[in-house]
């Protein structure tokens, strides 16, 4: 079991920046894919960027190349969001997952792969 707490987000405005964390707990990440995936009101997660713990090679959806990138700090099991040039459509309740090392991956982007959530932080965009 993993226990993921997601902190960092706010009310900004656009062009701003802003940090997410993702502390997990529970046990290590080794052999994990952990994302962060959003979603507003009356719309399902959809996933934003991935990374693998291991490699630390990373997946970013088109709309957010450029602007966002994923890292994250082995020793503090954490998994970090960096957004900046934020748009007003980037507002969202932003959610960590992670995916503990089982059997084929078919779609990274799909949130039926990943296992654990946290609970979310809410990211405002204001123009």
């Known amino acids: 079991q993993v226990q993921l707490v997601e902190s960092g987000g706010g009310l900004v405005q656009a062009g701003d920046s802003l940090r997410l964390s993702c502390a997990a707990s529970?046990?290590?990440?080794?052999?994990?894919?952990m994302g962060w995936f959003r979603r507003t009101p009356g719309t399902e997660r959809e996933f934003v960027v991935g990374?693998?713990?291991?490699?630390?090679?990373?997946y970013y959806r088109e709309f957010v190349k450029g602007r966002f990138s994923v890292s994250r700090d082995i020793a503090k099991n954490t998994v970090y969001l960096q957004m900046s040039s934020l748009k007003p459509e980037d507002t969202a309740v932003y959610y960590c997952a992670s995916r503990p090392p089982r059997g084929s991956i078919t779609d990274y982007r799909q949130p039926y792969e990943f296992d654990y959530w946290g609970q979310g932080t809410q990211v405002t965009v204001s123009s």
């Open positions: 529970g046990r290590t990440l080794n052999g994990y894919l």
């Open positions: 990374i693998r713990w291991n490699s630390g090679d990373t």
